[in-house]
Antibody, heavy 112, light 104 residues
Framework: QVQLVQSGSELKKPGASVKVSCKAP??????MNWVRQAPGQGLEWMGW????????TYTQDFTGRFVFSFDTSVSTAYLQINGLKAEDTAVYYC???????WGQGTLVTVSS | EIVLTQSPGTLSLSPGERATLSCRAS???????LAWFQQKLGQTPRLLIY???NRAPGIPDRFSGSGSGTDFTLTIRRLEPEDFAVYYC?????FGRGTKVEIK
């Protein structure tokens, strides 16, 4: 079930940054996961953020250019990708800690 | 790092048939964190099974999960037309590469 609300599609040039938001109105959670799905490919877990402490954890392939954050004032999780590359073109999903609620996905396209 | 190997890559079956999907972990894992997801084309993944054998709310009982240690199985008892999709197993966040169940 899609019950988290993500921001809309983005078209960016190589080298730019993008920030994707994810809001879970009315739901409780202690962590938010981020998942990437490149065109025609499978699901890749990028990591998660502890929404109580703001501490992010990144999986091996997503260190360096990827930044998770959480704004407690608006109960919104964010994924920022810096130094965008063509290979970052993908749909990015957020999913609650229990993996039972997902966002609708945000398509990020990187093209010159 | 645990690697999940799903087999087969593609399963070609007819509606009404039984589907058996395998997920093998590179080392023994806790069943507590083994889940299965369904993703239809162009849609968001949906949680089917958690803790290896527990159906998520609203999931039909034709879906069942089993296994322990390194070997886990998702069984779809009688395929319905809406069950043709890609299925992923997941262990503590890490996903397998998926099994596509297609109409024969």
């Amino acid at each position: 079930q899609v019950q988290l609300v993500q921001s809309g599609s983005e078209l960016k040039k190589p080298g730019a940054s993008v920030k994707v938001s994810c809001k879970a109105p009315g739901y409780t959670y202690t962590a938010m996961n981020w998942v990437r799905q490149a065109p025609g490919q499978g699901l890749e877990w990028m990591g998660w953020i502890d929404t109580n402490t703001g501490n992010p954890t990144y999986t091996q392939d997503f260190t360096g250019r990827f930044v998770f954050s959480f704004d407690t004032s608006v109960s919104t999780a964010y994924l920022q990708i810096n130094g965008l590359k063509a290979e970052d073109t993908a749909v990015y999903y957020c999913a609650r800690d229990r993996w039972d609620l997902w966002g609708q996905g945000t398509l990020v396209t990187v093209s010159s | 790092e645990i690697v999940l190997t799903q087999s087969p890559g593609t399963l070609s079956l007819s509606p009404g048939e039984r589907a058996t999907l395998s997920c093998r972990a590179s080392q023994s894992v806790s069943s507590r964190y083994l889940a299965w997801f369904q993703q239809k084309l162009g849609q968001t993944p949906r949680l089917l099974i958690y803790a290896a054998s527990n159906r998520a709310p609203g999931i039909p009982d034709r879906f069942s999960g089993s296994g322990s240690g390194t070997d886990f199985t998702l069984t779809i008892r009688r395929l319905e037309p809406e069950d043709f999709a890609v299925y992923y197993c997941q262990q503590s966040g890490t996903f397998g590469r998926g099994t596509k169940v297609e109409i024969k």
